[in-house]
């Protein structure tokens, strides 16, 4: 589980809310079940805004969260530079469908947020485990994660997250011929096949890049992928 929250610090205090916000987490926030990193957003609606994410965690932990020896005391002294618009939601991995093969630095976040129809959990699920089998066959160093929103409605649309790891721009512009290999894997046509059924199952998509912020985090960009995988 990972509890996500996208703040917007006040116009002119930017430098105050990142001095609390790094003292807080690493304080409060730098290990466990509570550990949590700070990201910043690099394009679309919420650019400039920053991603306060706890995890990988549980609903039990939830209720334990650190509520003493002065946390939400010291939370004040954040929130009270950011405008009260903060966005919450829960988000699952879900281990069936990630690629995950090796321990990794976080840098940046690849993110594509999914509205997807209802009750086509089985045929999205037929056509990601086609996805997984191209990544294990011939981009086994490509890892990524996908998340599915615990806390999300018909009217905001991100349902499922598929997030992919890099480490510099310059992966932005890179073309890792993932057609050809997918139909090496699938057979001729099968991109083409694939692309049509993916589209009928869901109703839209949007983008967004995080940039990860070890100054501002309690967890620092070392990830255990057995934490992920639960191997």
């Not at 589980?1 to 002119?12: A, C, D, R």
């Not at 093969?101 to 993110?111: G, H, M, P, Q, S």
């Not at 089998?133 to 490509?142: F, G, I, M, N, T």
């Amino acid at each position: 589980l990972f509890e996500t929250v996208i703040i917007t610090p006040q116009p002119g205090k930017l430098m105050d809310f990142e001095k609390q916000l790094g003292e807080h987490n690493k304080t409060y926030h730098a290990s466990q079940s509570h550990g949590c990193r700070v990201y910043e957003i690099a394009n679309g609606k919420n650019t400039g805004k920053y991603v306060w994410q706890m995890g990988p965690t549980s609903w039990e932990a939830l209720d334990s969260r650190p509520s003493d020896e002065g946390h939400d005391e010291h939370w004040e002294t954040v929130s009270v530079h950011t405008l009260p618009d903060a966005h919450a939601s829960y988000w699952s991995q879900d281990l069936q469908h990630s690629y995950f093969v090796e321990n990794f630095d976080i840098n940046k976040l690849y993110i594509m947020f999914i509205d997807t129809k209802p009750n086509k959990w089985k045929e999205l699920s037929y056509l990601m485990k086609k996805i997984q089998k191209v990544h294990a066959e011939k981009l086994p160093d490509e890892q990524y994660g996908v998340y599915w929103n615990n806390t999300g409605s018909s009217a905001e649309g991100r349902d499922l997250a598929i997030v992919w790891f890099f480490d510099d721009w310059a992966w932005m512009g890179r073309n890792n011929g993932f057609e050809g290999k997918f139909e090496e894997v699938h057979g001729e046509g099968s991109w083409e096949r694939w692309m049509n059924d993916w589209t009928s199952l869901n109703e839209g998509y949007e983008i967004e890049i995080w940039s990860y912020r070890e100054d501002l985090s309690g967890h620092g960009p070392a990830v255990d992928v057995s934490a992920r995988t639960g191997n």
